[in-house]
């Protein structure tokens, strides 16, 4: 860990081990956290409805406006696509964007009261599929978060999930966001994981031509199930 200036770069729980925990920052004095990867190691039934916000929609675009700022200050702005809500559970709320560089980043932070929030961003064209003929490619996660448990990923292109399962049960996910072609235009997802979460996660995905099939991600923390 390397302080620069006001901000101070914290680790993110990816494939590798990496997880992304709560750190305060004082966003009114410019402070922030940053994690880039680019090296080429990554990270319901029907798509859960969206959570209602339980704070006013203007904190959220404070939130929002905040990270939007933070990323152009430290070199990852997003594009004119602008920020995807990924996640707002509780006090808490997750975004995903990309940059013009090809970068992906995701950040989670405090909606209100205690100003929070953390950043981490890799290289799209160099992340790798968990495994061997796998679709599925973690990317951030999976980890603890700010308020609930959760692993964010991509599809292969033309692949979409219509279900996520864990240990034969139904569990909450979000498609975030198609990707720019130079990402080729995976969708990425958002899955909250069961507190205590070990072993898999099994996905179903639906491909172009209509065939469902079976793929599985691994979702636990530390280490491979």
Same mark, same amino acid.
């Given at each position: ?78 594009? #004119?696509? &602008?920020? =995807?809500?990924?996640?707002? $559970?509780?006090?808490? %709320?997750?975004?995903?964007?990309? +940059? !013009? ?41 999976? #980890?603890? &978060?700010? =308020?609930?448990?959760?692993? $964010?990923?991509?599809? %292969?292109?033309?692949?979409?999930? +219509? !279900? ?62």
């Amino acid at each position: 860990m390397r302080p620069d200036g006001n901000m101070q770069v914290t680790a993110l729980r990816a494939k590798a081990g990496l997880y992304l925990a709560a750190a305060s920052v004082l966003l009114s004095a410019g402070c922030g956290t940053h994690q880039e990867r680019t090296t080429d190691d990554p990270g319901s039934a029907a798509s859960a409805p969206a959570t209602r916000p339980s704070t006013p929609l203007s904190d959220l675009a404070r939130l929002e406006s905040a990270l939007a700022n933070q990323a152009g200050a430290s070199g990852s702005a997003p594009t #004119g696509s &602008g920020l =995807s809500l990924a996640r707002h $559970v509780g006090n808490s %709320a997750s975004y995903l964007w990309e +940059t !013009s560089e090809g970068k992906v980043c995701f950040a989670q932070g405090a909606v209100s009261g205690a100003a929070m929030h953390e950043t981490a961003c890799l290289d799209a064209a160099k992340t790798t599929v968990e495994e061997p003929g796998s679709r599925l490619d973690t990317f951030f996660g999976p #980890g603890d &978060g700010f =308020s609930e448990p959760y692993v $964010v990923f991509a599809a %292969a292109p033309e692949s979409k999930v +219509t !279900s996520v399962k864990y240990e034969a049960k139904d569990t909450s996910w979000t498609l975030v966001r198609k990707l720019d072609a130079r990402a080729s235009g995976r969708n990425v997802y958002y899955v909250t994981l069961p507190d205590g979460h070990k072993g898999w996660i099994d996905v179903t995905l639906e491909q172009s031509d209509g065939a469902k099939v079976a793929d599985r991600l691994p979702v636990t923390m530390g280490k491979t199930p």
